[in-house]
């Protein structure tokens, strides 16, 4: 029986009877003399003596647990001797490519270390399909789009965990494809140490890109520095993206702000509550005093545009990521910006006091007899207005409507159809407007103008009431009650259908389909008498 015997090869413990001992020492030792002069002599050996322990363990088995002479033999054949390197260097540029491809075999599936981006798996899988890099990683980056990128994702993640880095020479020849021999592995380790060499004279190789340091890396450093580092990149690409954001927005939006301020409708029409004004000013004008306009302006103006400033230069640091001493101006800027919604919000509660008290003026009025037992109510096409057309109120139809002119401001009534207990047809105008006290209000309202005519069965309503400027605009309003005796019928033109308003009908008609028809006044409401 031969005697066995122990050794401890890259790590791994392996039983080889004594001839089969006596040719691996007299093989490593031929190794050793062969490589242990050169610069990257102790590199080359490590990795020989990994891929010899690579193929052992592909010679042992459950029934057979020694090594032999003649696996020995068989391993030594793959590997190639060391004087046999002197040959193929010779002989390379005579083969050239062919060489290449007689060595090849199946390749093995490594994360790339001499490549990496992130975690080395792109370049790896370029290696193992035999493309180029850039072409995997847009392959990558088109599959992770086109899936949403979450599977994309998660399958980078568990191919970094699972997949192991090709760290040794023998590992990245099966990267490549190609066979793992002694002089593979030297050429393999010189290129890989001519290019450390390089990187080390332009500065570029760090410590803590070292193979030492690579070995002794653990999953866990690598799993957080690659999410650091993406989440880092992801985090910068949304701050660009938002930065961009805010400038677009501050720019835009301050744009349109100043053309609102200073040009006047044939610039940039304006519309207000319906109605074309020109003018931030023709609006105020409306409504408040004219003496507090510059200040108001003033303080209007730094508390719009000074958030704005402040939004496009935030978007600007935030895409170009620049430091400013910029304290003081912001500090200054911001109590301007205080100070001017202070006063801005003490001087609508100052207006807003003129809307404190709501006031009216009523008047009622006995319609003049006619021949027959139908009302027409129609609205007056007549007036001749600057500036204003016909279809003002079917293009704004709502119920706050302003119409400005230099010396009026006009506002949309409001027609109501009642029953009423009574032999004779009335109508009357409620005005109502609001003040700092109920005597201020009712003032307000009296002082609106509103003009109607009657022509015997037919009454016309003008569309509008008037406030005969430099009154204010404290939401005066107008609303004009037609009352209709039981049995009495009226006929609503079709001009009046954006006006009616209040109007009871026996079958819950909405008020815009009255118009144009003749109704009945019963003692529920009004009826159709095509019904």
Known sequence: MKTTIKINLSGQIFTLDEDAYQVLKDYLDSISSR?????????????????????FQE????????????????I???????????????????????????????????????????????SGLAAYFGIEIWLMR??????????????????????WIAVPKAYTAAEKLEMRGEKVTVSNIEKTVKEE????????????QKVRDSKELKKTKSVLDEILYVFGKFFLILFKIILFIIGFSLIITGVVTLSALSIGFFFSSAVFPMKFFGSDINSYAEIFGIFGDPTNLTFISIALFFTIVIPLIALIYGGIKMMFRFKANDKMIGLTAFVLWIISLIFLISMAAFEGWHFNEYGKAS??????????????????????????????????????????TDDKVYGKIDIDISPGDIVEWEMTVRKHSQGRNTEEASINADNL???????????????????????????????VTVYVPEGKYVRLDKNTRHFLNRVNTVDKILKRELAGEVWKMTEEGLVSIND
């Open 35 to 55: 490589f242990r002069d050169t610069e990257e002599g102790l590199e080359i050996i490590e990795d020989i003596e990994s891929r010899i322990a690579e193929l």
């Open 59 to 74: 010679k042992i088995s459950e029934k057979k647990q020694v090594i032999t002479i003649d696996d020995v033999r068989a």
């Open 76 to 122: 030594v054949i793959i590997m190639g001797q060391p004087e046999e390197i002197l040959d193929e260097e010779g002989s390379t540029d005579d083969q050239g490519s062919s060489t290449y491809t007689k060595g090849k075999k199946s390749r093995k599936f490594y994360r790339d270390p001499d490549n990496t981006a992130i975690g080395g798996v792109c």
């Open 138 to 159: 847009l392959l990558w980056v088109v599959f992770f789009f086109a899936t949403g990128g979450g599977l994309m994702f998660i399958l980078y993640i568990v191919l």
């Open 193 to 204: 140490y001519e290019t450390v060499k390089e990187n080390v004279k332009e500065g570029y």
């Open 363 to 404: 008047t009622t009025h006995e319609l003049i007899a006619f021949p027959t037992d139908t009302l027409l109510i129609s609205m007056n096409s007549d007036l001749e207005i600057e500036g204003f057309s016909d279809d003002w109120y079917s293009r704004y139809d709502d119920d706050w409507h302003i119409f400005s």
């Open 449 to 479: 103008n509103y003009n109607w005519t009657q022509e015997s069965s037919t009454i016309l309503l003008e569309p509008h009431f008037s406030l005969d400027k430099p009154n204010r605009w404290r939401a005066p309003g107008t609303r």
